[in-house]
């Protein structure tokens, strides 16, 4: 069946260093992976989409690789700052398919 | 977040009562989809409608769930005679166009059911 994993432990990094969350799926073959950010008692926030055929993905701070040979798609927050923290979801959608499929996400906590 | 209004935002309802949340999309947005998250669980798809039609509800529980998005005014998603494993936040999401693919998805901020 179709799987989207991430850390399930949150990740604690010092203020100033990169923090890197990683989404591996298994049978599954998205033509688009996003990533969202989640606070507390908040709706899901759009951060980054990277289609099949791109590599890698900018935006100021944020970077996204995706693998599709090794069905991974890591996520870069760099010069991280306390109101980093948050919950960061994957999600991925198949081509021609209109729903997106997320991960639990993964808790990140940078610390002062 | 920008343009998304769910209500209510928090919601309590005893077990066999109705529920009844309500979603407008962002202005001029004519796709709407309902989420599901459970307490530790992701967010789970369960409907996707575009103006007065049901597009996709493979995710929505076949009993006590229906979801309508009529011609006017906002989505409705219903729940009949509610059960405690219904407790959770329901996410409403909307896009432009159809999926993500080049379109952003905008979702609210929730609306989070409690059943007693």
């Known amino acids: 069946s179709q799987k989207i994993e991430q850390n399930s432990e949150a990740l604690n990094i010092q203020e100033g260093k990169t923090a890197t969350l990683t989404c591996n799926y298994t049978?599954?073959?998205?033509?688009?992976l996003q990533w969202y950010r989640q606070d507390p008692g908040r709706g899901p926030v759009f951060l980054l989409l990277i289609r099949e055929n791109e590599k890698e993905k900018r935006k100021e701070r944020l970077k996204v690789t995706f693998d599709t040979t090794l069905k991974q798609s890591l996520f870069h927050i760099t010069a991280s700052q306390p109101a980093d923290s948050a919950t960061y979801l994957c999600?991925?959608?198949?081509?021609?398919?209109?729903?997106?499929?997320f991960g639990k996400g993964t808790m990140l906590l940078v610390s002062p | 977040n920008a343009g998304v209004m769910q209500n209510p935002r928090h919601l309590v309802r005893r077990r066999g009562q109705e529920a009844r949340l309500r979603c407008s999309p962002v202005?001029?947005?004519?796709?709407v989809y309902w989420y599901r998250q459970l307490p530790e669980e992701g967010l789970k798809f369960m409907v996707y409608l575009q103006k007065e039609n049901i597009i996709d509800e493979s995710g929505m529980p076949k009993e006590r769930f229906s979801a309508e998005f009529p011609k006017e005014g906002p989505s409705i998603l219903r729940i009949q005679q509610v059960v405690r494993g219904d407790s959770a936040a329901y996410f409403c999401?909307?896009?432009?166009?159809?999926?993500?693919?080049?379109?952003?998805?905008?979702f609210g901020e929730g609306s989070w059911l409690t059943v007693v």
């Open positions: 049978n599954y073959s998205p033509a688009y």
């Open positions: 999401a909307s896009s432009p166009g159809q999926g993500a693919g080049g379109n952003t998805i905008y």
């Open positions: 202005k001029g947005h004519s796709h």
């Open positions: 999600a991925l959608e198949d081509s021609g398919y209109s729903t997106l499929t």
